[in-house]
């Protein structure tokens, strides 16, 4: 186990929808609302004690490098919970910050870091394939697709009747009896 993913086994649907649609050739980053949360999901992880403040939904097509990049303007120790679907194999990479990235809008209209690579230095990447992850993105990191499509939920969560992100080490102590090695 990590610091920047931890594999996690939840065998609930997290939506009551299926984001994967065969017919994605462009990159798509959108916005869910929360009544697509599934409720026997909503209920699982109010039993935790978290609870979901956004839904966003990421399709990447084959051979797409996404820009690196901090979730949120001011970084720090936080995790999502994501949902990804791929056909094969890709890789998420982590980079330690070597000089100030420009915040910017997304997709959403939230807040995000970008990184230059001359910006940033390579420390860490996983090989992934389909899984439930406790993903760190509070520092630089981003997605390299290989021949695969992917698609990607994600969880922003916090702890119930809170606002505040969850740290990673958090995560992983509300997570440990799903948490896969």
Request: charged share 25%; hydrophobic share 35%.
């Amino acid at each position: 186990m990590n610091n920047y993913l931890t594999k996690v086994s939840l065998n609930i649907d997290p939506l009551t929808l299926d984001i994967r649609n065969p017919e994605d050739r462009e990159y798509r980053h959108y916005e869910l609302s929360l009544d697509t949360i599934n409720p026997e999901m909503k209920s699982f992880l109010e039993s935790l004690g978290v609870r979901v403040m956004m839904v966003e939904v990421f399709y990447t097509p084959p051979f797409m490098e996404r820009g690196i990049h901090i979730d949120t303007p001011n970084g720090g120790d936080i995790t999502k919970l994501n949902w990804v679907y791929c056909e094969g194999e890709h890789r998420m990479h982590w980079y330690a910050q070597k000089a100030e990235g420009e915040v910017q809008k997304n997709r959403v209209a939230t807040k995000l870091v970008h990184f230059t690579k001359d910006q940033v230095e390579l420390i860490h990447t996983e090989v992934m394939t389909t899984n439930n992850i406790l993903v760190h993105v509070g520092v630089p990191h981003n997605v390299r697709n290989l021949r695969y499509r992917r698609w990607a939920i994600c969880f922003t969560i916090s702890k119930l009747n809170s606002t505040t992100r969850i740290p990673m080490a958090e995560a992983q102590q509300i997570f440990k009896d799903y948490i896969i090695q």
